[in-house]
């Protein structure tokens, strides 16, 4: 036998597995990267989006890209690195969903040396740390705008000292990107769910419709309302107004006294905090569009000293609200509980909502426990009467201390109770009314709208809702319902699951040792 040639031959046999071995990794590697699937092994399907946005999602009738212009830097403060990397998990997700038309996520760094991108002269975008959601016939929508602000110089006595990482927080805090915020360690603030789902497949869902028609929301004027072109940081109705903006509906202001009859394009009015009578004229127009056109009417009324004693309750809307099975007193709610208000602000908290209701209005404030900012207000109580042509519901109260002061200017602060007049609390802020459906066609109301009906002005004025993550929540869903998209209001939050390791450096260097052996 010759040994050589055996010696040699084994040592070709080894080479040629190995060859072979190596091919078939980089084969079987080359295929599966050809593969484009997933499979969520984490439990209740965490990295997977909801069936409720699934659902939302099939409505889509253009393809939406998602453009990041964040910068990905490990300086940044971190909770934007937490917030960059749960987005990054909810993109790829929406990217890999089975949708009618794609979603393609874009992440671009504009401060990258100037190269043809196609995305940022298509959408005309050059300003960087910008997340935005963009569509051919829709043009471009900013979800998110983060400010690299650095800290506040600790010296200066003219201003309170924020950190980077503060300022950061209160920006993806004012984003509603993250809700069931609770303080850890050291008074920090750290966010228990994440709303980006909720927050991108809205914003997905409004830019993907082409806008065949021009909507409108009119804010009502002649009798000193509030504006949506007042900045005031009090109680201008700004932030309301950039609230309905994003949704792809306009904003205009309406005088009932010098029309005739509504625009085509209205879909909503919105009379918030007026202090003057409102005319038959006036009245009749509004009654003909909720009652003939499908028209929503969001009525915030503030208690009004000089009105109270008037023979024209409720500014002279009583009989309008009659209609629809509201009742708003003029009356004041008190409350002598100081744990019921803010320490600083002085704003009052409304948290109490119906056990029983599941109203899409107030069901994710209700399950999150979100309280509601606002000052003085009245009560507004939804009145059920058997065969009647519109279905009413209480769905905010003030607090079981509080009563509703009836003729509330004569009477001494503090006030007694007055039992024969007063109303016992809880008290309603809030009540809605919608045509109930087997009785609607019988009275002629098949095309009425939806009523709102609010006891403040202020719980949707510029100061409530930058300062109240309830308050943004709740005109978010107002302004959806008023535009006849219930389905908007259902996606849930994902739970975030937090963890921490703490070990010394020597334990950090035999973690670092062990992993690089493997």
Known sequence: MDFKHAKRNRRLDIWAVVTLLVTFSLGLNFLVSQIDHQ????????????????????????????????????????????????????????????????????????????????????????????????????????????????????????????????????AIWEAGFYSDWKEIKDGILEPGKFRGEETLVKSILDISVPSQTNKTIYFVRGHG?????????????????????????????????TIERMPDDAIGLIISGPKAIFQDKEIAMIRNFINREKGSLLLALDPVDEISITDRPALGLRPLLKEWGVRCHDMLIYDPKRENFDLFSGSYFLRTYQSASSHPLVKNLMNEGFSILTDRCRPVEAEKKAGSAFIGEELLFSSRDSWALSSWTERNMPPDKNPLLDLVGPVPVLSISVPNPTKAAKEGLTSAGKLIVLGSSKILSNEKLRSGAGNQALARNIIYWMDQKDEMLEVPPRILQSYSITMSDDAFDKVIYYFASI
């Open 225 to 257: 309302e509030a504006s949506p072109a007042d900045t005031d940081p009090r109680a201008g109705n700004s932030l309301m107004r950039g609230l309905i903006e994003d949704r792809n509906i306009g904003v205009a202001t309406l005088d009932l006294g």
């Open 39 to 170: 499979i969520d092994l984490t439990p209740g399907k965490k990295m997977s989006l909801s069936r409720e946005s699934l659902a939302l999602l099939n409505q889509m009738e253009q393809k939406v890209d998602l453009v990041i212009t964040i910068p990905e830097d490990s300086g940044m403060p971190k909770i934007m690195q937490r917030f960059m990397h749960d987005l990054e998990l909810l993109t790829d997700a929406l990217e890999r969903a089975d949708t009618p038309f794609p979603i393609r996520v874009h992440r671009i760094n504009v401060y990258a040396p100037k190269k043809k991108n196609d995305i940022l002269n298509k959408y005309k975008i050059s300003e960087p740390n910008l997340f935005i959601a963009a569509s051919p016939q829709n043009g471009v929508r900013v979800i998110f705008r983060y400010k690299n602000e650095k800290s506040v110089n600790p010296y200066n006595n003219s201003q309170a000292f924020r950190s980077a990482e503060s300022l950061a927080r209160q």
